[in-house]
Protein backbone atom coordinates (compact mmCIF):
# COMPACT_ATOMS: atom_id res chain seq x y z
CA UNK A 1 0.00 0.00 0.00
CA UNK A 2 1.17 3.73 -0.89
CA UNK A 3 0.62 6.88 0.14
CA UNK A 4 -0.28 7.61 -3.10
CA UNK A 5 -2.09 5.51 -3.68
CA UNK A 6 -4.59 6.58 -0.37
CA UNK A 7 -4.44 10.39 -2.02
CA UNK A 8 -5.60 9.56 -5.21
CA UNK A 9 -8.53 7.38 -3.39
CA UNK A 10 -9.30 10.17 -1.20
CA UNK A 11 -9.39 12.51 -3.83
CA UNK A 12 -11.84 10.72 -5.99
CA UNK A 13 -14.15 10.53 -3.10
CA UNK A 14 -14.09 14.23 -2.80
CA UNK A 15 -14.49 15.14 -5.94
CA UNK A 16 -16.82 12.25 -6.58
CA UNK A 17 -15.41 12.01 -10.26
CA UNK A 18 -12.07 10.30 -11.38
CA UNK A 19 -11.26 12.69 -14.33
CA UNK A 20 -11.89 15.83 -11.79
CA UNK A 21 -9.64 14.06 -9.07
CA UNK A 22 -6.70 13.71 -12.02
CA UNK A 23 -7.47 17.75 -12.60
CA UNK A 24 -7.02 18.49 -8.96
CA UNK A 25 -4.28 16.12 -8.45
CA UNK A 26 -2.24 16.93 -11.91
CA UNK A 27 -2.01 13.33 -13.42
CA UNK A 28 -3.68 11.65 -16.02
CA UNK A 29 -7.10 10.24 -15.43
CA UNK A 30 -5.95 6.59 -16.42
CA UNK A 31 -3.31 6.60 -13.52
CA UNK A 32 -5.38 7.55 -11.24
CA UNK A 33 -7.51 4.42 -11.98
CA UNK A 34 -4.68 2.20 -11.65
CA UNK A 35 -3.68 3.07 -8.39
CA UNK A 36 -7.17 2.61 -6.84
CA UNK A 37 -7.55 -0.29 -8.41
CA UNK A 38 -4.27 -1.34 -6.91
CA UNK A 39 -5.06 -0.83 -3.97
CA UNK A 40 -8.65 -2.05 -3.81
CA UNK A 41 -6.75 -5.46 -5.03
CA UNK A 42 -4.69 -5.60 -2.14
CA UNK A 43 -7.28 -4.83 0.15
CA UNK A 44 -9.29 -7.69 -1.80
CA UNK A 45 -12.79 -5.03 -1.30
CA UNK A 46 -14.10 -2.60 -4.17
CA UNK A 47 -13.81 0.79 -2.42
CA UNK A 48 -15.81 2.58 -4.90
CA UNK A 49 -18.87 1.62 -6.85
CA UNK A 50 -18.76 3.42 -10.29
CA UNK A 51 -21.65 2.32 -11.91
CA UNK A 52 -23.32 5.57 -11.56
CA UNK A 53 -23.15 9.17 -13.25
CA UNK A 54 -20.80 9.95 -10.02
CA UNK A 55 -18.51 7.90 -7.91
CA UNK A 56 -20.01 6.28 -4.52
CA UNK A 57 -18.23 4.86 -1.60
CA UNK A 58 -18.70 1.02 -1.39
CA UNK A 59 -19.49 -0.57 2.72
CA UNK A 60 -15.91 -1.25 2.63
CA UNK A 61 -14.40 2.20 1.25
CA UNK A 62 -16.90 3.89 3.77
CA UNK A 63 -14.87 1.63 6.60
CA UNK A 64 -11.53 2.72 5.01
CA UNK A 65 -12.20 6.16 4.42
CA UNK A 66 -11.35 7.75 7.81
CA UNK A 67 -7.86 5.50 8.16
CA UNK A 68 -7.31 6.89 5.23
CA UNK A 69 -8.04 10.80 6.13
CA UNK A 70 -5.95 9.69 9.41
CA UNK A 71 -2.63 8.19 7.72
CA UNK A 72 -2.45 11.40 5.20
CA UNK A 73 -2.90 13.71 7.77
CA UNK A 74 0.03 12.03 10.00
CA UNK A 75 2.12 12.67 7.01
CA UNK A 76 1.29 16.18 6.65
CA UNK A 77 1.69 16.04 10.34
CA UNK A 78 4.93 14.81 10.13
CA UNK A 79 6.46 16.96 7.42
CA UNK A 80 5.54 20.03 8.85
CA UNK A 81 6.68 19.13 11.94
CA UNK A 82 10.38 18.73 10.51
CA UNK A 83 10.12 21.87 7.82
CA UNK A 84 9.39 23.62 11.31
CA UNK A 85 12.40 21.96 12.73
CA UNK A 86 14.21 24.10 9.32
CA UNK A 87 12.72 26.85 10.59
CA UNK A 88 9.83 26.58 7.40
CA UNK A 89 6.24 26.94 8.39
CA UNK A 90 3.52 25.54 6.29
CA UNK A 91 0.11 24.57 5.64
CA UNK A 92 -3.37 27.09 6.09
CA UNK A 93 -4.66 29.04 8.96
CA UNK A 94 -7.95 30.01 8.73
CA UNK A 95 -9.22 33.68 10.22
CA UNK A 96 -12.87 35.28 11.31
CA UNK A 97 -13.76 39.01 11.14
CA UNK A 98 -16.59 40.62 12.29
CA UNK A 99 -19.03 41.72 9.54
CA UNK A 100 -17.60 45.36 8.30
CA UNK A 101 -14.71 45.60 10.79
CA UNK A 102 -11.79 47.31 9.72
CA UNK A 103 -9.26 46.07 11.95
CA UNK A 104 -5.42 47.56 11.30
CA UNK A 105 -4.60 45.32 13.41
CA UNK A 106 -5.86 42.43 11.88
CA UNK A 107 -4.31 43.49 8.57
CA UNK A 108 -1.24 44.20 10.19
CA UNK A 109 -1.09 40.43 11.80
CA UNK A 110 -1.89 38.82 8.53
CA UNK A 111 0.74 41.14 6.33
CA UNK A 112 3.46 40.51 9.36
CA UNK A 113 2.69 36.57 9.03
CA UNK A 114 2.80 36.78 5.57
CA UNK A 115 6.01 38.60 5.26
CA UNK A 116 7.44 36.16 8.20
CA UNK A 117 6.13 33.12 6.35
CA UNK A 118 5.49 33.41 2.72
CA UNK A 119 4.54 29.57 2.23
CA UNK A 120 1.44 29.76 3.92
CA UNK A 121 -1.88 29.49 2.76
CA UNK A 122 -4.02 32.58 4.88
CA UNK A 123 -8.12 31.76 4.78
CA UNK A 124 -10.25 34.97 6.14
CA UNK A 125 -13.96 34.52 6.36
CA UNK A 126 -16.73 36.99 7.90
CA UNK A 127 -19.18 36.24 10.08
CA UNK A 128 -21.35 37.73 12.96
CA UNK A 129 -19.32 37.64 16.68
CA UNK A 130 -21.55 34.87 18.34
CA UNK A 131 -21.19 32.39 14.99
CA UNK A 132 -16.91 33.66 15.22
CA UNK A 133 -16.83 32.43 18.70
CA UNK A 134 -17.89 29.54 18.16
CA UNK A 135 -15.66 28.74 15.44
CA UNK A 136 -12.91 29.71 17.31
CA UNK A 137 -14.10 27.31 20.20
CA UNK A 138 -14.91 24.65 17.42
CA UNK A 139 -11.81 24.71 15.69
CA UNK A 140 -12.77 26.00 12.56
CA UNK A 141 -11.19 29.17 13.25
CA UNK A 142 -7.57 29.54 14.26
CA UNK A 143 -8.35 33.04 15.56
CA UNK A 144 -10.76 35.97 15.06
CA UNK A 145 -11.72 39.55 15.24
CA UNK A 146 -14.75 39.83 17.36
CA UNK A 147 -16.70 41.97 19.57
CA UNK A 148 -17.19 41.13 22.82
CA UNK A 149 -19.43 43.01 25.66
CA UNK A 150 -18.74 40.38 28.97
CA UNK A 151 -16.38 37.78 29.79
CA UNK A 152 -14.72 35.13 26.97
CA UNK A 153 -15.47 31.51 27.77
CA UNK A 154 -12.96 29.57 29.11
CA UNK A 155 -9.65 27.75 27.39
CA UNK A 156 -9.66 31.26 24.97
CA UNK A 157 -6.95 33.57 24.75
CA UNK A 158 -7.48 37.15 23.98
CA UNK A 159 -6.03 40.82 22.75
CA UNK A 160 -8.05 44.29 23.40
CA UNK A 161 -8.23 46.02 19.61
CA UNK A 162 -10.43 48.08 21.04
CA UNK A 163 -12.56 49.13 24.16
CA UNK A 164 -15.18 51.36 24.29
CA UNK A 165 -18.08 53.39 25.96
CA UNK A 166 -21.58 52.60 23.76
CA UNK A 167 -23.29 55.67 23.64
CA UNK A 168 -26.48 57.08 21.49
CA UNK A 169 -26.41 59.36 18.67
CA UNK A 170 -29.38 61.31 17.10
CA UNK A 171 -29.82 63.79 14.09
CA UNK A 172 -29.58 67.46 14.58
CA UNK A 173 -33.16 68.56 14.07
CA UNK A 174 -34.00 64.88 16.76
CA UNK A 175 -36.63 65.93 19.89
CA UNK A 176 -33.32 64.66 21.77
CA UNK A 177 -30.49 66.61 20.49
CA UNK A 178 -30.37 69.03 23.33
CA UNK A 179 -29.88 65.95 25.93
CA UNK A 180 -26.61 64.74 27.08
CA UNK A 181 -26.94 62.02 28.67
CA UNK A 182 -29.95 59.19 28.63
CA UNK A 183 -30.81 55.59 31.05
CA UNK A 184 -30.58 52.72 29.14
CA UNK A 185 -34.26 52.50 30.17
CA UNK A 186 -35.76 55.20 27.91
CA UNK A 187 -34.87 52.83 24.88
CA UNK A 188 -38.02 51.15 25.34
CA UNK A 189 -39.68 54.13 24.42
CA UNK A 190 -37.19 55.00 21.76
CA UNK A 191 -37.03 53.89 17.70
CA UNK A 192 -33.28 52.28 18.48
CA UNK A 193 -31.06 51.59 15.17
CA UNK A 194 -28.25 48.83 15.78
CA UNK A 195 -26.31 46.22 15.05
CA UNK A 196 -27.92 42.87 14.39
CA UNK A 197 -28.14 40.14 16.98
CA UNK A 198 -25.09 38.00 17.34
CA UNK A 199 -23.07 41.03 17.02
CA UNK A 200 -21.03 42.23 20.42
CA UNK A 201 -22.40 45.39 20.41
CA UNK A 202 -25.83 44.65 20.09
CA UNK A 203 -24.94 42.12 22.86
CA UNK A 204 -23.52 44.83 24.63
CA UNK A 205 -27.00 46.96 24.46
CA UNK A 206 -29.11 44.00 25.01
CA UNK A 207 -27.15 43.17 28.66
CA UNK A 208 -27.36 46.83 29.40
CA UNK A 209 -31.05 47.25 28.75
CA UNK A 210 -31.67 43.61 30.38
CA UNK A 211 -29.92 44.98 33.58
CA UNK A 212 -32.40 48.39 33.14
CA UNK A 213 -35.35 46.35 33.68
CA UNK A 214 -36.15 46.44 29.52
CA UNK A 215 -35.81 45.93 26.29
CA UNK A 216 -34.71 48.30 23.55
CA UNK A 217 -37.26 48.94 20.71
CA UNK A 218 -35.26 47.96 17.32
CA UNK A 219 -36.72 50.17 14.70
CA UNK A 220 -34.11 49.39 12.24
CA UNK A 221 -30.55 46.97 11.91
CA UNK A 222 -27.62 47.05 9.81
CA UNK A 223 -24.47 45.14 9.97
CA UNK A 224 -22.61 48.31 8.88
CA UNK A 225 -22.13 51.08 11.48
CA UNK A 226 -21.69 53.55 8.74
CA UNK A 227 -25.16 52.68 7.28
CA UNK A 228 -26.33 52.83 10.75
CA UNK A 229 -25.15 56.33 11.31
CA UNK A 230 -26.81 57.57 8.20
CA UNK A 231 -29.88 56.08 9.05
CA UNK A 232 -29.77 58.22 12.18
CA UNK A 233 -28.62 61.02 10.17
CA UNK A 234 -32.09 60.95 8.14
CA UNK A 235 -34.10 60.97 11.29
CA UNK A 236 -35.10 57.56 11.34
CA UNK A 237 -34.19 57.30 14.98
CA UNK A 238 -31.56 56.86 17.37
CA UNK A 239 -28.14 55.03 17.02
CA UNK A 240 -26.53 52.83 19.60
CA UNK A 241 -23.02 52.97 18.44
CA UNK A 242 -19.48 52.83 19.76
CA UNK A 243 -18.33 56.24 20.96
CA UNK A 244 -15.88 56.89 17.87
CA UNK A 245 -18.56 56.22 15.66
CA UNK A 246 -20.73 58.99 16.26
CA UNK A 247 -19.33 61.59 13.62
CA UNK A 248 -21.54 64.18 12.97
CA UNK A 249 -24.56 63.47 15.11
CA UNK A 250 -25.36 64.72 18.63
CA UNK A 251 -24.08 62.34 21.03
CA UNK A 252 -25.75 60.84 23.71
CA UNK A 253 -23.79 59.26 26.81
CA UNK A 254 -26.33 56.41 27.85
CA UNK A 255 -26.21 55.37 31.80
CA UNK A 256 -24.81 53.57 33.59
CA UNK A 257 -22.03 53.47 31.39
CA UNK A 258 -21.79 50.07 29.35
CA UNK A 259 -18.41 49.00 27.12
CA UNK A 260 -18.04 47.04 24.02
CA UNK A 261 -14.50 45.44 23.22
CA UNK A 262 -13.19 44.43 19.90
CA UNK A 263 -10.75 41.76 20.53
CA UNK A 264 -8.75 39.32 18.91
CA UNK A 265 -9.33 36.17 19.80
CA UNK A 266 -7.24 32.27 20.11
CA UNK A 267 -7.87 29.24 21.99
CA UNK A 268 -5.60 29.24 24.85
CA UNK A 269 -3.82 25.63 23.81
CA UNK A 270 -2.91 26.98 20.64
CA UNK A 271 -2.76 25.95 17.21
CA UNK A 272 -2.98 22.52 16.00
CA UNK A 273 -0.34 22.53 13.41
CA UNK A 274 2.59 25.03 13.17
CA UNK A 275 0.91 27.68 10.98
CA UNK A 276 -1.74 28.31 13.72
CA UNK A 277 0.89 28.31 16.00
CA UNK A 278 3.01 31.00 14.09
CA UNK A 279 -0.20 33.13 14.16
CA UNK A 280 -0.77 32.76 17.72
CA UNK A 281 2.45 33.47 18.37
CA UNK A 282 2.61 37.00 16.25
CA UNK A 283 -0.97 37.81 18.20
CA UNK A 284 0.70 37.25 21.38
CA UNK A 285 3.74 38.96 21.06
CA UNK A 286 1.59 42.57 20.80
CA UNK A 287 0.85 43.61 24.61
CA UNK A 288 -2.69 43.64 25.06
CA UNK A 289 -4.34 47.57 25.45
Known amino acids: MELRQLEYFVTVVEE ?21 KRLERELGQELLDRSGRTVRLTEAGRAVLPHAHAVLASVQSTRDVVDALNGLVRGSVAVGMVTACASADLTDLLSRLHNKHP ?40 RV ?15 LAEVSALPFAELATRSVICLPEGTGIRTCLDFACAAAGTKPTVALEASNLGIIV ?42 KNPAASALIDLARAVPAE
Open 16 to 36: ANFTRAAERLHVAQPGVSAQV
Open 119 to 158: GLDISLSEDDSRSLLAGVLDGIFDIAVIGVAGELPEGLES
Open 161 to 175: ITDERLVAGVAADHP
Open 230 to 271: SLAAQGLGMAVIPESAVGELHRIDLEPEARSRLELVWRASGG
